[in-house]
């Protein structure tokens, strides 16, 4: 739990950058109760990735689903979530006047 709070916080910071509130900004797996603030990221558990050598499991990462919800098509919000390592684009669409920009992230 405690490298997911760690993760929590490096996007935090990502949102800082852009606003005042990051913390208002930044959802991990938020329930449809939650009434969203834009732009905001959102970011959710998806894939657990184990290496193994020799049968024996010596690292693991977990990967996230990273998607960053703005109403400006031009923010620089996805290029900031972009430079985190191991990170990788995944796709873009637009729903309901708003643009989502969705991530991988091996944390």
């Known amino acids: ?3 997911r709070i760690d993760l929590h916080t490096i996007l935090c910071n990502v949102m800082k950058e852009v606003t005042n509130h990051a913390e208002k900004h930044v959802y991990f797996q938020p ?3 939650v009434k969203l603030i834009y732009p905001c990221i959102l970011y959710r558990l998806s894939a657990d990735f184990p ?3 020799d049968n024996i499991k010596y690292f693991g990462m977990k990967r996230y689903t990273v998607t960053v919800i703005d109403r400006n098509p031009d923010s620089v ?3 900031l979530v972009a430079k985190l390592p191991y990170c990788r ?4 669409y637009a729903a309901d006047y708003l643009n989502h920009f969705v991530y991988e992230l091996y944390y």
């Open 31 to 33: 329930p449809e109760s």
């Open 77 to 79: 919000i996805p290029d």
């Open 51 to 53: 290496g193994h050598a």
């Open 89 to 92: 684009f995944d796709r873009f």
């Open 1 to 3: 739990m405690g490298r």
